[in-house]
């Protein structure tokens, strides 16, 4: 397995990953397949500037996961962590703590002093998971406090 981080000449490859994922887990995104499947070529590529964050696809060798950090609206200095997915039969091999992992590395790279995400407070199996990578909260909200690059 492999990590990338997309760019908008990556688009099919966000676009596909991405449509995957609201097909299998509807429930778990605050998007759905019939907006995003409307979305034409440019569109996509916007979300893969720069200025949207980092999209990151984990790779075995076609996309099998993805993840992004995006900028938030309203607070300056934190980092939304969304629309982590793995595919069923890619889970529980490493691939979600390694994407995970990767938006981290590259909110360190970038100067974030958080990353946060949202989780559902039944979702046992990813609190787990965003606990053991050094996310805290008791709500739908984590966070992750990141020290600064020295």
Known sequence: MR???LGPEDWTTWRDIRLAALSSDPEAFGST???ERAFDEVRWRELLTPRH????VA???EPVGLVAGVPHEVDSDVLYLYSMWVKPEFRRRGVGEALVADVLAWAREHGWAR???RVFQENDTARRLYARLGF???GEIMDHWLAPVS
């Not at 964050?53 to 990151?56: A, D, H, N, P, T």
Request: aromatic share 0%; net charge positive.
């Open 33 to 35: 397949l019939a907006l």
């Open 53 to 56: 964050g980092v999209k990151v």
């Open 59 to 61: 790779e075995d060798p």
């Open 115 to 117: 990353v946060r995400l």
């Open 3 to 5: 990590l990338r981080r």
């Open 136 to 138: 805290v909260g008791d």
